[in-house]
């Protein structure tokens, strides 16, 4: 046989080897052709047991062997590896699968560990040359042993943090189990060493127990893994680990909850971080704050707590001698019933904590909102007493969220060769994801957009607790613009572009917006590797055009655009698509998701919330601009007890006490207290974030101050009448209070 047709023939076997994956994912001539190919060679000739030529090499896995050579893994890179180390494995590997380490290492984040994952794993390669020297045959389609051995042994070793970052730099504890170094060699390292970069350089590392390593500034690090073993081979790797803070307050008191009412025989759980206003010692004035959801469940009281201090908002709320309750779920992704019974039991206990004469306000962001207003319906509804007075929906989907359909269909069709695809597959089919979202994929793909039928299910369980809570007051805050602005693009707008083709491969992976209303492709996959190519096309009609609409965004597809493809690039045509539309977070009685919401003179007819909050332009979802600052502070405060007066704060509280009068249309006069000598400055702002005058600025002395305000701009024209909020800001505190100008 000429030598070129020979080569073409083995790349024609090896390619069809790196489509296992594919196969699975749809049947038809690549299936039909791996069976064929490989049913010629015999597993007991792979000693390794594990012949990497068996999938397609989306992770660089050749710049991870272990030398001083080998580039930091970072976790996306190393969970990669790990899926193509089990897809590989001719028999059922021993190490789990990836869903199952990372949820034991979330476990151990839980408890403020950093758990380290390593891979020492030798793979089997064909040898380029097996072909041309007979190791390797063909015949009738298929790879046949010839004389020689046509395998070549490779190792990966790579490590990974499988949290990748800290808010407790000072004192970090990581931790290397002996379950989670992954290895098929009989033989254990004989030494363990690690290099933090924290100065220090190598120290010792042991099995199962935490080393605790003190950094002194923030920043990214860089970190050594080094092993040796008993014959003096050394084996090196390295990961990026990123300190965001020295330092994070801690919470007070963390309860553990578990709903009392169970929901398809299983009861939810979360826990409730309780962080107290310095001028309480115990949990008194509460705001009950609920998360959203949370795709990987990775977020604990350090993440909850950077992004409900957002413009210094939590720590605001505190200063003005409110406590904050954070309840995480332990779960975020299951039936959202279950995690709203979770809500009913913590708001039992906070009113059985606080009395039940005292009131609380719930915040409840992004999903936390309909959960939250489930869990208040139903109590409601079952004549359960919850002494809420203020429901604060923060950009909830109260009427269905959005991840685009065509994003879906390519997460499904990429999943078998991708470890993020599958992640983040997998989390779309989480029962929450599949009450939440409008359209949702189905198998085989539909003609039109449908929602999956658990959706449909839990809104006949919120009817039936009554749809809404009623005795209290309801307010909605918009991340999506009020106005009518798009994310950018229209509908049926191309999206993601992904085209790769070569002599052996040819990759595409396009996506759409999905249409309005008329016919149109949102989707198209396809992977050849010669012979056996393997595609899906995916055309909806009768959608709504979700995908562009206004509402709070989500950065989707700038993160698929950030993934480092081995076949050509992945580019976002656009970076943000509508996660929550405004319609949505404000559930406006309307089909049109461009209704015209801002200039709707009767805008809360169309609502069954008391206020609506929505900016001009279409905000990343949950973001907490200085506007929604103010919404939340001005919603907390109706009806709520006031605040302890300066003496009952006690030393180093900043504080302002209401002002007197309010409403006033003259002068007000204003008392405040400022916790150490320094700069600080008493701005006053309007409902929209716009500093309207400055009262007081400079550096100022520790203790009780006075100020007045006359109704004035910075120019001094008189304001309009409406509410307004003053801001008392300092070097690192800040606090605010509502005041009202007739």
């Known amino acids: 046989m000429p030598r070129l047709r020979r080569i073409c023939l083995f790349i024609v076997g090896i390619s069809t080897l790196a489509l296992s994956g594919a196969a699975r994912a749809a049947a038809g001539p690549i299936e039909s052709g791996l069976a064929r190919t490989f049913e010629g060679l015999p597993a007991d000739k792979i000693e390794t047991g594990i012949l990497y030529d068996r999938v397609l090499p989306l992770s660089r896995i050749y710049e991870h062997d272990g030398s001083a050579r080998s580039a930091p893994a970072s976790l996306r890179e190393w969970r990669q590896i790990y899926l193509e180390m089990r897809n590989a494995s001719l028999r059922e590997p021993a190490w789990p699968r990836i869903e199952d380490v990372l949820s034991k290492g979330a476990d151990l984040v839980r408890a403020g560990v950093v758990p380290i994952a390593v891979m020492d794993i030798e793979y089997d390669r064909i040898r380029e040359d097996a072909l041309a020297t007979g190791a390797l045959e063909i015949e009738n389609g298929r790879l046949v042993i010839g004389e020689g051995d046509p395998f070549v042994s490779r190792r990966v070793f790579a490590a990974a943090p499988l949290r990748e970052r800290t808010y407790h730099g000072e004192g970090v504890v990581f931790r290397l189990n002996r379950s989670d170094y992954f290895s098929n060699d009989a033989v254990t390292p004989q030494l363990l060493e690690a290099d933090f970069d924290d100065g220090r350089g190598f120290v010792g590392l042991s099995f199962d127990e935490g080393r605790t390593v003190r950094y002194d500034r923030p920043g ?82 350090d993440e909850l707590y950077a992004l ?68 208040l319906a139903y109590m409601e509804s079952n004549n359960l007493d919850h002494s809420v007075r203020s429901f604060i929906s923060f950009d909830a989907p109260q009427s269905g969220a959005d991840i685009p359909l065509g994003i879906q269909y390519w997460l499904d069709f990429f999943q078998d060769q991708s470890a993020e695809a599958a992640a983040m597959l997998a989390s779309l089919d989480t029962p929450a994801a599949r009450q939440l979202l409008a359209y949702h994929h189905t198998d085989p793909p539909g003609a039109t957009g449908e929602s999956d039928p658990l959706r449909a299910g839990f809104l006949a369980d919120l009817a039936g607790v009554g749809s809404y809570p009623s005795g209290l007051r309801k307010a909605a805050i918009a991340n999506g613009s009020g106005a009518r602005m798009s994310q950018g693009f229209n509908a049926g707008d191309q999206i993601i572009r992904w085209e790769y083709s070569s002599l052996f491969v040819s990759v595409t992976g396009n996506v759409w917006a999905v249409p309005d209303a008329v016919s149109h492709q949102i989707f198209y996959g396809m992977i050849r590797f010669i012979l056996f190519p393997t595609e899906t096309t995916v055309t909806v009609s009768g959608t709504r055009p979700f995908d562009n609409a206004p509402g709070g965004w989500r950065a989707s597809m700038a993160t698929m655009d950030s993934v480092d493809a081995p076949y050509g690039d992945i580019i976002a045509l656009h970076d943000n698509h509508c996660f929550i539309p405004t319609v949505s977070a404000l559930d406006i009685n309307t089909q049109d998701l461009f209704y015209d919401i801002a200039n709707d003179p009767d805008i809360l007819a169309q609502s069954p919330f008391d206020v ?131």
């Open 220 to 301: 990214s690090k860089s970190i050594s893994l080094r092993v040796r073993f008993p014959d003096g081979t050394e084996r090196v790797a390295s990961f990026p680990f990123d300190v965001v803070r020295l330092a994070s307050p801690a919470p007070d008191d963390t309860l553990h909850i578990t709903a009392a009412i169970p929901y398809l025989g299983q009861t939810g759980h979360g826990d409730a971080y309780v962080y107290l206003s310095d001028a309480h010692s115990s949990l008194t004035n509460p705001v009950i704050i609920i998360e959203g959801f949370d795709l990987d469940n990775s977020m604990n009281w």
């Open 308 to 375: 409900l201090n957002q413009e210094a908002l939590l720590e605001t709320l505190r200063s003005m001698g409110y406590d904050a309750v954070v309840l995480n779920f332990l779960d975020s992704t299951d039936y959202m019933q279950r995690n709203a019974y979770t809500i009913v039991e913590l708001i039992q206990q906070v009113r059985a904590a606080v009395g039940p004469l005292q009131t609380s306000a719930l915040v409840g962001a992004s999903m936390g909102g309909l959960a939250a207003r489930y869990a």
């Open 612 to 742: 609506v909050y929505f900016p001009q332009g279409n905000e990343e979802h949950v973001l907490v601009s200085p506007e929604t600052k103010q919404w939340v502070i001005a919603e907390v405060e109706v009806g709520a007890t006031t605040a302890a007066p300066l003496a009952a704060a006690g030393p180093g509280v900043p504080m302002i006490l209401p002002v007197s009068p309010n409403p006033f249309s003259g002068t007000a006069g204003v008392r405040f207290s400022v916790p150490r000598e320094g700069p600080a400055r008493l701005s006053v702002y309007d409902a929209s974030g716009r500093r309207v005058a400055v009262l007081a600025d400079g550096r100022l002395r520790a203790g009780e101050h006075r100020a007045s305000w006359n109704g004035r701009d910075v120019s001094g024209r008189r304001a309009g009448s409406g509410v307004y909020f003053l801001e008392l800001r300092g070097t690192d505190f800040a606090t605010s209070r509502k005041v009202v100008l007739d």
